[in-house]
């Protein structure tokens, strides 16, 4: 699996100057890589908390890796989100936005959803329990973990800055950096299609 | 309660204090930071613009943003924040590095002579952590940002969707 690191160095060589009409906002996974296993069990009770990136195949999928303490750059990525989603309009049934906590402690799949949703009825949200997170964060080569004080209840969560799009085959294609506007991310994800 | 001595916060939403005491100097023990006017020669004048806050339920964490504009012709430093809007509330700084995103806590936050200091998403933002009650668009919450010269400047942010 290629890292998504090594992938971003890459790609600012081969895969935005090989695009021959305009830049990608997106930083471009070039060549497309099959995505990392990402799969968050949910509760029973909550059959919609349950997330398996195999199941999406046939959509395109956009990933953040957060949580809902996050009160910057979570929720400035989930708006740049909503204005995609509001851009795309009619293009929107074949994407799945997903955020995905990576705060096992305070955030349940539950508390995840529910965040989600505050940006857009449509957006996903789920929660890594300790057990999954752990294989996710090897297999996507990213980082996540409490800074401060995890046992008091303000410590903050280093958390992946990028959101990833996983193409309808399952490739991973992008990461698109926080800060780039809505109508950017639908631009990108028309593109993709 | 916030504290509010004599301060010049000017909010786009016309909603914060303008400024107060008309310039004058009480005497005594009285605030350093003055207005605009002709008593305030050698005065940190600031400016509060633009100050807008996150749409978060109770209990959970908001962030505040908002531009800073010294036009005095002293520098000053944000120390500290004051609400009671939230359980705790601070300046706060999001960084990336080598793809990750951190927070971290600013403990002084300069405001020099003549500068503006942005604090916007991404960057530098005030925290507030566990709200007391929920921000719906269109609320106001307000906040002090205390001032390294003793006094406290007073924001009113109004809710809205980034």
């Known amino acids: 699996m290629r890292s998504p690191r090594l992938a971003l160095f890459l790609s600012i060589g081969l895969g935005l100057t090989a695009c021959a009409e305009r830049p990608w906002h997106g930083i471009v996974l070039d060549p497309a890589t099959p995505a990392p296993p990402l799969t968050a069990a949910g509760v029973a009770a909550e059959p919609a908390s349950r997330f398996t990136l195999a199941s999406a195949r046939g959509s395109t999928v956009l990933v953040y890796f957060g949580y809902t303490h996050c009160p910057d ?20 049934l074949s994407v799945r936005w997903v955020f995905v906590s990576v705060d096992p402690t305070r955030d349940t799949p539950a508390d995840a959803a529910a965040y989600a949703r505050q940006f857009h009825p449509s957006f996903e949200g789920t929660a890594l329990t300790d057990a999954e997170l752990a294989p996710v964060l090897r297999d996507w080569s990213i980082a996540a973990y409490p800074e401060g004080d995890p046992r008091t209840p303000d410590y903050t969560v280093a958390h992946p800055a990028h959101s990833f799009v996983v193409d309808a085959e399952g490739r991973l294609r992008l990461m698109i950096p926080p800060g780039v506007r809505g109508d950017s991310i ?3 994800l028309r593109r993709l299609r | 309660m916030i504290r509010s001595r004599k301060i010049c916060a000017v909010c786009a939403s016309a909603i914060a204090l303008a400024c107060g005491g008309g310039g004058d100097h009480p005497s005594g023990d009285g605030p350093r930071v003055a207005v605009t006017g002709a008593a305030a020669a050698s005065s940190v004048t600031l400016a509060v613009m633009d100050a807008w806050a996150r749409p978060a339920d109770s209990g959970a964490t908001s962030a505040a943003y908002l531009l800073l504009a010294n036009r005095g012709t002293t520098a000053d430093t944000v120390v500290g924040v004051v609400t009671e809007a939230a359980e705790s509330a601070t300046v706060h700084q999001t960084t990336q590095h080598e793809g990750t995103m951190h927070m971290s806590a600013v403990s002084t936050l300069p405001i020099p002579a ?8 991404l960057g530098t933002h005030v925290m507030l952590l566990r709200l007391r009650r929920p921000l719906r668009g269109g609320d106001t919450v307000t906040f002090g940002l205390l001032l390294a010269s003793g006094d406290t400047l007073r924001v009113a942010a109004v809710t809205r969707a980034p």
């Open chain 1, 73 to 92: 750059v979570c929720p400035t990525t989930l708006a740049d989100w909503a204005r995609a989603r509001r851009a795309l309009g009619a293009d929107t």
């Open chain 2, 114 to 121: 003549g500068a503006e200091v942005s604090l916007a998403p």
């Open chain 1, 186 to 188: 639908a631009e990108d």
